[in-house]
């Protein structure tokens, strides 16, 4: 976590020094970048550990930076959205986005939120294991894990389907991962937002149901009547391990 490099893009200088300056004195490393265009090339040319980016800069649309980079950019990717727009957080999300942040936004919650994005770190190696031990078996979390068609390696943070890799962002995956790891439990929302975000589900907050969206489009689940990630109402959603 320390030391780790963040790119902002964002057009309000302002804002831009505020959370540049509460960064640094966080010790980490920041680049700013004032226009959409100049972020890309930023984001295609160097390493970042999380980008902040604007969802509506000069240049290029951040909107439109996150859909043209999503595939290729390994790092993290936090839209920072206007206060309470949700055409923006689903739009971010929808896109690829990790996480969104509302603006404007004090630099003690930023710091609080940076860190728990970072604080993820990717499991070790470990023996294989089948769908029916995964989530159950001590360490499983460290193995490979396999329902069927669909494989997850976290050594490797990588996910497969019918031996074809799929390309998910680090949101998905660790969504898939902490649902495969409670293969045949129903997970309510806060225990996602816990788990992954280490907040408390506001009843409000789309950024869940988005993110299951996307997952069951990408691992061939029928958004209808899916049936490798179900929805139980009232109550969360339910990966089938068979």
Do not use: C
């Not at 680049?31 to 550990?49: I, N, P, S, V, Y």
């Not at 409670?182 to 816990?194: C, L």
Request: proline share 3%; aromatic share 4%; net charge negative.
């Amino acid at each position: 976590m320390d030391g780790a490099r963040i790119l902002l893009v964002e057009d309000d200088e302002r804002l831009a020094q505020l959370v540049s300056d509460a960064l640094t004195k966080a010790g980490w490393q920041v680049t700013h970048a004032a226009r959409g265009d100049e972020g890309e090339t930023l984001m295609r040319r160097e390493r970042f550990d999380v980008v902040l980016l604007d969802g509506h800069l000069p240049g290029k649309d951040g909107f439109d930076v996150l859909r043209d980079v999503r595939r290729d950019f390994t790092g993290r990717i936090v839209m920072l959205t206007a206060r309470d727009d949700d055409i923006d957080q689903v739009l971010g999300l929808e896109g690829g986005a990790d996480d969104y942040i509302t603006k404007p936004v004090a630099p003690r919650v930023l710091l609080a939120r940076l860190k728990a994005l970072l604080r993820r770190e990717a499991p070790t190696v470990g023996a294989a294991v089948t769908a029916g031990t995964a989530g159950a078996a001590a360490g499983a979390d460290r193995r490979v894990m396999r329902f069927g068609g669909l494989e997850l390696n976290p050594a490797a943070r990588e996910v497969t389907l019918a031996g074809q890799a799929l390309a998910l962002t680090t949101a998905e995956y660790e969504l898939l991962h902490f649902l495969a790891e409670r293969a045949g439990q129903v997970v309510s929302r806060d225990d996602i937002m816990q788990g992954l975000r280490g907040l408390e589900f506001d009843g409000l907050d789309r950024a869940i149901d988005a993110r299951i969206s996307r997952l069951r489009r990408k691992i061939g689940d029928d958004a209808d009547t899916p049936t490798r990630i179900k929805t139980v109402r009232g109550q969360g959603y339910l990966f089938v391990p068979g």
